[in-house]
Structures are given as C-alpha cells and as structure tokens.
Antibody
Framework: EVQLVETGGGLVQPGRSLKLSCVASGFTFSSYWMYWIRQAPGKGLEWVSSINTDGGSTYYPDSVKGRFTISRDNAENTVYLQMNSLRSEDTATYYC??????????????WGQGVMVTVSS | DIQMTQSPASLSASLGETVTIECLASEDIYSNLAWYQQKPGKSPQLLIYDASSLQDGVPSRFSGSESGTQYSLEINSLQSEDAATYFCQQHHDYMYTFGAGTKLELK
C-alpha cells in the first residue's frame, strides 16, 4: 500500500525558515518524480515544486522560486521541502504527492495527508 | 503561464442526475489534463488523466472529454458520496496549474 507521510509543519514567523519531510512507502521511491502541492485555507490547489528521480532536476513556480528548495534522499525514501524567507501568503496545508507514472506523467496519483504551515508573527 | 478557467464555481444536483464541470485552458495543453476529487478535510484523489483515461479504482460514472482547449468532467447517476470539490489540473513544460475548483452539493 502506497503511503506518504508529511511532517515538519507548524507556526513560524515571517522571514524565518521551515523544512518539511515526506516519507514514502509501498512503492519503488527512486523510480518516481515527487511533488509538493499546497492549499491555503479554504482555497484551491497550487503546485509548489517538483523533483526528478535522481534529484538532479527541480522545478518551481515563480511564487516560491529562490525561496523554496526541494530535495530527496532515495536511500531514506524521503523528499524534503526547505522553505526560507517565509511570508504570510505561504500559509497553507502542504501535500507531498507521487507521480502517476514511471516517467514524468505530470499527474499526482497518491497524496499524503498534508501538513499545516502557518506563517504569522 | 497557462491558466485554467474552471466553471461553474458551485452547483447543486439531485441523486441520479448527471452533471458536467468544465475547464478552459488559455492555450493548447495537448490533452495533458487531469481531474481530482477532494472531500472536506481529505487529500485530493485522481479521477481522470490524459483528459479521458479513468484512474484505476474510479467508478465508471466518471468520464472526461475534450473539445479544443475545453475539457469536461461528467458525472453520471450522481451518488451521495460524489459531494465534493472537483479540480482540473494541466501540465506543460514542467509547470502545473489547477483550476479554481467546483463545489458539488447534493440536494
């Protein structure tokens, strides 16, 4: 059974940093692209970052580029999201998600339960 | 960036009815579109990918179609468990965007 478990969320002041982790199980982690997607309270979904299978390629939207960094440890079946210079607009539930295919299908077939990040003074 | 305009924002329907939700892409996305269902307090679930392919385990009353840059999700024979918010999502050139969502309420 595929499982994705996010940890690391919490309350953080504007301008500070936070690192999220997502531990995966139930599939060959090193063979799949992984993603972070967020959802502000009562709002829609926003893609935050992507990482390819060996971690050599990463992608971000302009809203987080230069502030967030995605990485992965295939030996530990874990994907990370380092978030720096946090802003109030980064307040959201952050989901870890797995790519549907053995390639970059661009679709997310399994999602974690989500972890809440609140940026406030 | 490619924008996805999703409509309607909300709709109300009765058990057994058929509903259609639409997403209009701001440019050609070559059928690179998915639909997700999200219930309150839960994570989204993939329903449809590649515009019309049904994800494993998803009931066949869900179907997807396309016409140019307009993409549609149809739900036939509505069941009580279909009450949820539905999102479309496109991917192009390693970028991903979602529609704003459609909240489906069952009467």
């Amino acid at each position: 059974e595929v499982q994705l478990v996010e940890t690391g969320g919490g309350l953080v002041q504007p301008g500070r940093s936070l690192k999220l982790s997502c531990v995966a199980s139930g599939f060959t982690f090193s063979s799949y692209w992984m993603y972070w997607i967020r959802q502000a309270p009562g709002k829609g979904l926003e893609w935050v970052s992507s990482i390819n299978t060996d971690g050599g390629s990463t992608y971000y939207p302009d809203s987080v580029k230069g502030r967030f960094t995605i990485s992965r440890d295939n030996a530990e079946n874990t994907v990370y999201l380092q978030m720096n210079s946090l802003r109030s607009e980064d307040t959201a539930t952050y989901y870890c998600a797995k790519d549907r295919g053995w390639y970059n299908s661009g679709y997310f077939d399994y999602w974690g339960q989500g972890v809440m990040v609140t940026v406030s003074s | 960036d490619i924008q996805m305009t999703q409509s309607p924002a909300s709709l109300s329907a009765s058990l057994g009815e058929t509903v259609t939700i639409e997403c209009l892409a701001s440019e050609d996305i070559y059928s690179n579109l998915a639909w997700y269902q999200q219930k309150p307090g839960k994570s989204p679930q993939l329903l449809i990918y590649d515009a019309s392919s049904l994800q494993d385990g998803v009931p066949s009353r869900f179907s997807g179609s396309e016409s140019g840059t307009q993409y549609s999700l149809e739900i036939n024979s509505l069941q009580s468990e279909d009450a949820a918010t539905y999102f479309c999502q496109q991917h192009h050139d390693y970028m991903y965007t979602f529609g704003a969502g459609t909240k489906l309420e069952l009467k």
